[in-house]
């Protein structure tokens, strides 16, 4: 049995409601077959008040165990690094997340915003909010960079915006079924299992990419939404159109450019406004290039590609 507490900080809860949908395994099957006890959850949690409170100081105590402690949100530091802009069960939240991390087995960092701070930390941020281990790019964030959980792992950072719900679950079951040593981490600590691979990987409109053909508006059944619409895939680590979701579609499948919501910049305030869904170009080249692609190799690959394009790929296809 490996008990599980998950709080909330600077959120939306779309990371609780993208859980709550899981499928494989779902919220249900972590109880009932894979031996997680669900301590407390925004949502599930039945402890109110000062029942709540004391759940946590003895957590924090050690009389009861905590092996996977998930924390949601920003953590919120504003004003002046006091924390009391979210104040949780009579403390600011974020010493409660100090002192939940120092005795849990594994801190899990749950969506961007947990993970490297997220939209509630874009400029001027406001509420000083920061991940868990990270502020964009920069490794540190809330705990500091040294941090570690008493497992010996740094903070497992699940980005997404939401995170999909089975690279939620599937890692709670790695990490309670004693297989977290299975689990390598990248640079930004997002599980490899996930994160190794790029966006664009299954894509159905590659063929479209490979010859430079590109959608120009929303919903097109046919074109590449890279050159046009400013789409992240190919700069973008995540498995979303290999594990659909709702076991049907992606957002590329749908005709909307990917986001780049699993990588530590997103949501992109560096960006000019009105440019999210329009690739910001330099004489004609993409600003932001496929990754591991060099600029001279582009020029004379895309001109060759489009050269070549086929009829058929400028036909209309069927998008699930």
């Known amino acids: 049995m490996a008990n599980l507490l998950w709080l909330q900080g600077g959120a939306c809860s779309g990371n609780t409601m993208s859980f709550l949908n899981a499928e494989e395994p779902s919220a249900v099957d972590l109880v009932t077959d894979f031996g997680i006890n669900i301590l407390w959850h925004p949502s599930l949690g ?31 530091n504003a004003p002046n690094g006091t924390g009391e802009w979210n104040r949780f069960a009579g403390k600011p939240m974020k010493e409660w997340v100090r002192l939940l991390s120092d005795k849990a087995q594994f801190v899990v960092a749950l969506g961007d915003c947990a993970t490297y701070g997220g ?57 309670a079924s004693g297989r977290a040593g299975d689990l390598t981490l990248d640079e930004f600590q997002r599980p490899k299992t996930f994160f190794s691979s790029f966006t664009q990987t299954g894509c159905t409109r590659n063929m479209h990419f490979a010859y430079k053909v590109s959608a120009t508006e929303f919903g097109q059944r046919k074109g590449c939404l890279f050159y046009d619409l400013g789409c992240r895939g190919p700069m973008t680590h995540s498995p979303c159109n290999r594990i659909l979701w709702n076991r049907q579609s992606s957002k590329t499948r749908a005709g909307m450019p990917c986001l780049g919501c699993t990588e530590p910049e997103f949501p992109f305030f560096d960006l000019e406004p009105g440019t999210l869904f329009k690739t910001q170009t330099v004489m004609g080249v993409p600003k932001d290039l496929p990754t591991g692609v060099d600029k001279k190799g582009y020029i004379k690959l895309t001109g060759a590609a489009k050269a070549a394009s086929p009829e058929w790929a400028e036909e209309d296809m069927f998008v699930v």
């Open 119 to 175: 939209i509630p930390a874009m400029a001027p941020n406001p509420s000083e909010s920061e991940g868990m281990q990270f502020l964009k790019r920069e490794r540190g964030g809330f705990l500091g960079p040294d941090f570690v959980a008493k497992s010996g792992l740094p903070v497992i950072n699940i980005p997404g915006c939401p995170a999909h719900p089975d690279w939620v679950t599937q890692i709670l079951v790695a990490v």
């Open 46 to 76: 039945v402890e109110l008040g000062d029942n709540m409170k004391a759940l946590m100081e003895s957590c924090v105590s050690g009389e009861t165990d905590l092996d996977i402690f998930v924390f949601e949100g920003s953590v919120v």
